[in-house]
């Protein structure tokens, strides 16, 4: 079975600084997705970034990129120029991909602080 | 074109009371997930269903827990004779058939049983 770890509970920075979520995971397979997930306060589950497993690129989104280590089974979440809008849960997940359909597999989550 | 819509988004109930959570996926998705995430811990897969079928129920509880997706309509999470240890946020999500990118989630329904 697929799992997910997060082996930080809480992270703090200082605002425009720069910090590193880390996640672990463990799979079989070989064709998979790999997401990081934010969850402000009101709860919603907002998707930050995406990573598919057969793309050696790390994936890039404005402030928001990835460290995507595959032999390592390692997907860090990089926050550069850390806003007072970046605090919240961070989810890493998992989802296979090798059939449609597959359910997400999330970790822990990881509590970001920032600090003004 | 409208998002995972669930509801109600607060629902409170005594112990022993029945609690159905619903929700309506995206237009054109087949699948719909439901996730348990209880207070300052991740989420927890539930279910997986397509229309009329379930296709994983590993993650549901073997008793007084039951999920449906119809044909017609949305899909319902059923808790039968809550307690206070079914206290926690429920979500959805849902991806079309085939799909090699995420589930998109609702914004939950936080269930409180007193």
């Known amino acids: 079975a697929q799992t997910v770890t997060q082996s930080q509970p809480e992270m703090s920075v200082q605002e425009a600084e720069t910090v590193t979520l880390s996640c672990t995971y463990d799979?079989?397979?070989?064709?998979?997705?790999l997401f990081w997930y934010k969850q402000p306060p009101s709860r919603q589950m907002i998707l930050v970034i995406r990573?598919?497993?057969?793309?050696?690129q790390n994936a890039t989104e404005n402030r928001f990129s990835v460290n995507f280590q595959k032999a390592a089974k390692s997907f860090s979440l990089k926050i550069s120029d850390s806003q007072l809008g970046d605090a919240a849960m961070y989810f890493c997940?998992?989802?296979?991909?090798?059939?449609?359909?597959?359910?997400?597999?999330f970790g822990a989550g990881t509590r970001l602080f920032v600090k003004a | 074109n409208a998002g995972v819509m669930q509801n109600p988004r607060h629902l409170v109930r005594r112990r022993g009371q029945e609690a159905r959570l619903r929700c309506s996926p995206m237009?054109?998705?087949?699948?719909v997930y439901w996730y348990r995430q209880l207070p300052e811990e991740g989420l927890k897969f539930m279910v997986y269903?397509?229309?009329?079928?379930?296709?994983?129920e590993s993650g549901m509880p073997k008793e007084r827990f039951s999920a449906e997706f119809p044909k017609e309509g949305p899909s319902i999470l059923r808790i039968q004779q809550v307690v206070r240890g079914d206290s926690a946020a429920y979500f959805c999500?849902?991806?079309?058939?085939?799909?090699?990118?995420?589930?998109?989630f609702g914004q939950g329904t936080r269930l409180t049983v007193v």
């Open positions: 799979t079989s397979e070989s064709d998979y997705y």
């Open positions: 999500a849902s991806s079309p058939w085939g799909s090699n990118t995420e589930a998109f």
């Open positions: 237009k054109g998705h087949s699948h």
């Open positions: 990573q598919e497993a057969y793309k050696q």
């Open positions: 997940a998992y989802r296979g991909g090798d059939t449609g359909g597959f359910k997400t597999i």
């Open positions: 269903l397509q229309k009329e079928n379930i296709i994983d």
